[in-house]
Protein backbone atom coordinates (compact mmCIF):
# COMPACT_ATOMS: atom_id res chain seq x y z
CA UNK A 1 0.00 0.00 0.00
CA UNK A 2 1.45 3.42 -0.75
CA UNK A 3 1.45 5.45 2.29
CA UNK A 4 3.36 9.28 3.29
CA UNK A 5 6.98 7.01 3.61
CA UNK A 6 6.94 6.24 0.09
CA UNK A 7 5.85 9.86 -1.48
CA UNK A 8 8.93 10.93 0.66
CA UNK A 9 11.01 8.91 -1.06
CA UNK A 10 10.02 9.04 -4.45
CA UNK A 11 9.90 13.42 -3.75
CA UNK A 12 13.52 13.16 -2.94
CA UNK A 13 14.65 10.52 -5.47
CA UNK A 14 12.51 9.94 -8.38
CA UNK A 15 14.34 12.26 -11.12
CA UNK A 16 16.89 9.89 -10.37
CA UNK A 17 14.67 6.68 -10.70
CA UNK A 18 12.20 7.90 -13.87
CA UNK A 19 14.19 7.26 -17.54
CA UNK A 20 14.67 10.83 -19.29
CA UNK A 21 11.74 12.15 -16.52
CA UNK A 22 12.15 15.65 -18.11
CA UNK A 23 11.43 14.02 -21.73
CA UNK A 24 8.65 12.62 -20.59
CA UNK A 25 6.97 15.59 -18.79
CA UNK A 26 7.78 17.78 -21.59
CA UNK A 27 6.23 15.68 -24.38
CA UNK A 28 3.14 15.10 -22.46
CA UNK A 29 2.42 18.49 -22.26
CA UNK A 30 3.05 19.42 -25.74
CA UNK A 31 0.69 16.93 -27.04
CA UNK A 32 -1.90 18.86 -25.24
CA UNK A 33 -4.20 20.45 -28.02
CA UNK A 34 -4.31 24.61 -27.16
CA UNK A 35 -8.18 25.32 -27.32
CA UNK A 36 -7.64 28.98 -27.82
CA UNK A 37 -9.71 29.46 -24.89
CA UNK A 38 -9.53 28.53 -21.22
CA UNK A 39 -10.12 24.94 -20.40
CA UNK A 40 -9.42 22.95 -17.33
CA UNK A 41 -6.95 20.25 -17.03
CA UNK A 42 -7.23 16.78 -14.91
CA UNK A 43 -4.21 15.73 -13.88
CA UNK A 44 -4.55 12.04 -11.69
CA UNK A 45 -1.67 11.51 -9.03
CA UNK A 46 -0.76 14.60 -9.60
CA UNK A 47 2.59 14.52 -7.06
CA UNK A 48 5.04 17.49 -6.02
CA UNK A 49 3.47 19.50 -9.24
CA UNK A 50 5.86 18.91 -11.81
CA UNK A 51 3.95 18.00 -14.67
CA UNK A 52 1.15 20.71 -13.83
CA UNK A 53 4.17 23.46 -13.25
CA UNK A 54 5.53 22.94 -17.29
CA UNK A 55 1.27 22.79 -17.85
CA UNK A 56 0.63 26.01 -16.26
CA UNK A 57 3.52 27.74 -17.62
CA UNK A 58 2.69 26.58 -21.22
CA UNK A 59 -0.78 27.21 -21.20
CA UNK A 60 -1.43 31.12 -19.50
CA UNK A 61 -5.01 30.39 -19.87
CA UNK A 62 -5.65 26.99 -18.32
CA UNK A 63 -6.41 25.55 -14.65
CA UNK A 64 -5.27 22.23 -13.66
CA UNK A 65 -6.72 20.51 -11.10
CA UNK A 66 -4.83 18.60 -9.39
CA UNK A 67 -5.41 15.06 -7.67
CA UNK A 68 -3.33 13.28 -5.27
CA UNK A 69 -3.74 10.71 -3.06
CA UNK A 70 -1.04 11.65 -0.82
CA UNK A 71 -1.60 14.82 1.56
CA UNK A 72 2.63 15.12 1.65
CA UNK A 73 2.46 15.61 -2.42
CA UNK A 74 -0.56 17.45 -2.32
CA UNK A 75 0.74 19.90 0.21
CA UNK A 76 4.54 20.05 -2.22
CA UNK A 77 2.62 21.13 -4.98
CA UNK A 78 0.83 23.77 -3.84
CA UNK A 79 3.69 25.61 -2.35
CA UNK A 80 5.66 24.82 -5.56
CA UNK A 81 2.70 26.18 -7.44
CA UNK A 82 1.37 28.98 -5.37
CA UNK A 83 2.54 31.26 -8.23
CA UNK A 84 -0.26 30.30 -10.32
CA UNK A 85 -2.94 31.38 -7.49
CA UNK A 86 -6.30 29.63 -8.07
CA UNK A 87 -5.14 28.41 -11.32
CA UNK A 88 -4.10 25.04 -9.70
CA UNK A 89 -6.53 22.96 -7.66
CA UNK A 90 -5.19 20.11 -5.34
CA UNK A 91 -7.77 17.85 -4.95
CA UNK A 92 -7.56 14.44 -2.54
CA UNK A 93 -8.65 11.64 -3.86
CA UNK A 94 -8.78 8.11 -4.24
CA UNK A 95 -7.72 6.45 -7.66
CA UNK A 96 -9.52 3.54 -7.75
CA UNK A 97 -12.74 5.09 -6.48
CA UNK A 98 -15.81 5.96 -8.61
CA UNK A 99 -16.16 9.48 -6.29
CA UNK A 100 -13.96 11.84 -8.34
CA UNK A 101 -15.53 10.31 -11.93
CA UNK A 102 -17.88 13.09 -11.90
CA UNK A 103 -16.75 16.21 -11.58
CA UNK A 104 -17.82 19.69 -11.18
CA UNK A 105 -16.15 21.21 -14.29
CA UNK A 106 -15.20 20.75 -17.71
CA UNK A 107 -12.62 18.81 -18.68
CA UNK A 108 -10.39 19.25 -21.76
CA UNK A 109 -7.32 16.70 -21.11
CA UNK A 110 -6.61 14.20 -18.46
CA UNK A 111 -2.91 12.75 -17.67
CA UNK A 112 -1.65 10.46 -15.51
CA UNK A 113 2.29 10.35 -14.49
CA UNK A 114 3.21 6.84 -12.79
CA UNK A 115 -0.14 5.91 -11.04
CA UNK A 116 -2.11 3.68 -13.46
CA UNK A 117 0.27 0.62 -13.12
CA UNK A 118 -1.31 0.49 -9.51
CA UNK A 119 -4.69 -0.57 -10.73
CA UNK A 120 -5.58 -4.01 -11.70
CA UNK A 121 -6.47 -4.96 -15.46
CA UNK A 122 -10.16 -4.42 -14.99
CA UNK A 123 -9.66 -1.58 -12.98
CA UNK A 124 -7.23 0.12 -15.80
CA UNK A 125 -10.43 -1.17 -18.20
CA UNK A 126 -12.76 0.78 -16.36
CA UNK A 127 -10.11 4.33 -15.73
CA UNK A 128 -10.43 4.82 -19.46
CA UNK A 129 -13.81 4.39 -19.42
CA UNK A 130 -14.47 6.71 -17.17
CA UNK A 131 -12.26 9.26 -18.39
CA UNK A 132 -13.75 9.00 -21.98
CA UNK A 133 -17.19 10.03 -20.28
CA UNK A 134 -15.48 13.20 -18.28
CA UNK A 135 -13.66 14.37 -20.89
CA UNK A 136 -15.13 16.99 -23.42
CA UNK A 137 -15.49 16.31 -26.75
CA UNK A 138 -11.65 16.69 -28.35
CA UNK A 139 -9.83 16.17 -25.26
CA UNK A 140 -7.16 14.34 -24.88
CA UNK A 141 -6.16 11.25 -22.42
CA UNK A 142 -2.29 11.09 -21.89
CA UNK A 143 -0.52 8.47 -19.77
CA UNK A 144 2.99 7.54 -18.84
CA UNK A 145 3.62 4.84 -16.75
CA UNK A 146 5.53 1.72 -16.48
CA UNK A 147 4.35 -1.39 -18.37
CA UNK A 148 4.35 -5.27 -18.19
CA UNK A 149 7.04 -6.56 -20.83
CA UNK A 150 5.20 -9.27 -23.09
CA UNK A 151 8.11 -12.68 -21.80
CA UNK A 152 10.79 -12.83 -19.37
CA UNK A 153 13.15 -11.73 -22.53
CA UNK A 154 11.53 -8.64 -22.06
CA UNK A 155 11.58 -8.20 -18.37
CA UNK A 156 15.01 -8.59 -18.02
CA UNK A 157 16.24 -6.19 -20.73
CA UNK A 158 14.10 -3.69 -18.90
CA UNK A 159 15.38 -4.64 -15.61
CA UNK A 160 19.21 -4.02 -17.23
CA UNK A 161 18.21 -0.99 -18.88
CA UNK A 162 16.65 0.69 -15.84
CA UNK A 163 19.62 -0.05 -13.73
CA UNK A 164 21.69 1.30 -16.69
CA UNK A 165 19.85 4.69 -16.73
CA UNK A 166 19.56 5.06 -12.77
CA UNK A 167 23.13 4.34 -12.52
CA UNK A 168 23.89 6.75 -15.32
CA UNK A 169 21.13 9.56 -13.63
CA UNK A 170 22.53 9.18 -10.40
CA UNK A 171 26.24 9.91 -12.16
CA UNK A 172 24.87 12.98 -13.81
CA UNK A 173 22.57 14.85 -11.59
CA UNK A 174 24.64 14.16 -8.34
CA UNK A 175 28.04 13.11 -9.49
CA UNK A 176 27.71 10.05 -7.79
CA UNK A 177 25.94 6.65 -7.19
CA UNK A 178 24.48 7.21 -4.00
CA UNK A 179 20.88 7.31 -5.58
CA UNK A 180 21.56 4.63 -7.34
CA UNK A 181 22.59 2.10 -4.56
CA UNK A 182 19.38 3.80 -2.86
CA UNK A 183 17.69 2.40 -6.00
CA UNK A 184 19.26 -0.92 -5.47
CA UNK A 185 19.09 -1.42 -1.64
CA UNK A 186 14.96 -0.52 -1.90
CA UNK A 187 14.34 -2.53 -4.76
CA UNK A 188 12.93 -0.03 -7.16
CA UNK A 189 13.16 -1.76 -10.46
CA UNK A 190 10.24 -3.69 -10.69
CA UNK A 191 11.04 -5.40 -13.52
CA UNK A 192 13.94 -7.35 -11.65
CA UNK A 193 11.61 -7.44 -8.19
CA UNK A 194 7.66 -7.79 -9.66
CA UNK A 195 6.94 -9.13 -6.41
CA UNK A 196 5.23 -6.13 -5.02
CA UNK A 197 1.58 -6.20 -4.72
CA UNK A 198 1.57 -2.59 -5.18
CA UNK A 199 2.74 -2.49 -8.85
CA UNK A 200 0.59 -4.19 -11.41
CA UNK A 201 1.52 -2.68 -14.74
CA UNK A 202 -0.30 -4.66 -17.66
CA UNK A 203 0.87 -5.02 -21.08
CA UNK A 204 1.09 -1.99 -23.28
CA UNK A 205 -0.37 -3.47 -26.45
CA UNK A 206 -4.24 -4.64 -24.32
CA UNK A 207 -4.07 -0.91 -22.62
CA UNK A 208 -4.04 0.14 -26.14
CA UNK A 209 -6.78 -2.13 -26.97
CA UNK A 210 -8.61 -0.66 -23.60
CA UNK A 211 -8.25 2.64 -24.97
CA UNK A 212 -9.59 2.09 -28.02
CA UNK A 213 -12.41 0.11 -26.73
CA UNK A 214 -12.98 2.90 -24.26
CA UNK A 215 -13.74 4.70 -27.32
CA UNK A 216 -10.56 6.78 -27.80
CA UNK A 217 -9.61 7.52 -31.11
CA UNK A 218 -6.12 8.18 -32.95
CA UNK A 219 -4.48 6.12 -30.26
CA UNK A 220 -0.84 5.98 -30.39
CA UNK A 221 2.51 5.59 -28.18
CA UNK A 222 4.52 8.75 -28.16
CA UNK A 223 7.80 7.49 -26.52
CA UNK A 224 8.98 4.26 -24.75
CA UNK A 225 12.69 3.57 -23.18
CA UNK A 226 13.36 0.69 -20.39
CA UNK A 227 9.81 -0.23 -19.58
CA UNK A 228 8.21 2.98 -19.36
CA UNK A 229 6.26 4.66 -21.99
CA UNK A 230 4.01 7.67 -23.21
CA UNK A 231 0.65 7.07 -24.71
CA UNK A 232 -2.91 8.13 -25.09
CA UNK A 233 -5.83 9.18 -27.52
CA UNK A 234 -8.31 11.16 -27.89
CA UNK A 235 -12.30 11.97 -27.75
CA UNK A 236 -13.63 12.39 -30.92
CA UNK A 237 -15.42 15.66 -31.73
CA UNK A 238 -19.54 15.63 -31.95
CA UNK A 239 -19.38 12.48 -28.68
CA UNK A 240 -20.07 13.14 -25.72
CA UNK A 241 -20.17 9.84 -24.29
CA UNK A 242 -19.06 6.11 -24.85
CA UNK A 243 -21.06 4.19 -27.65
Known amino acids: MWDEDLSRKFMQYGHYFVPAREFQLHSMTRLIPDPGEPFNVMELCCGEGLLAE ?78 YRLLAPGGVFLIADIILPANELGMRYAAETLDDVVRRRSLELEGGLAAFQFFQRERWNFFRYPEDPLDKPSPLLAQLHWLKAAGFRQVDVFWLLAGHTVFGGVKPVGETEND
Not at 84 to 94: A, E, M, S, T, V
Open 54 to 131: LILDHFPDCTVYGLDGSQEMLTAAAARLARFGKRFQPLLFDLPSPNWRAPFFQVGAVLSSLAIHHLDEGQKALLFQDV
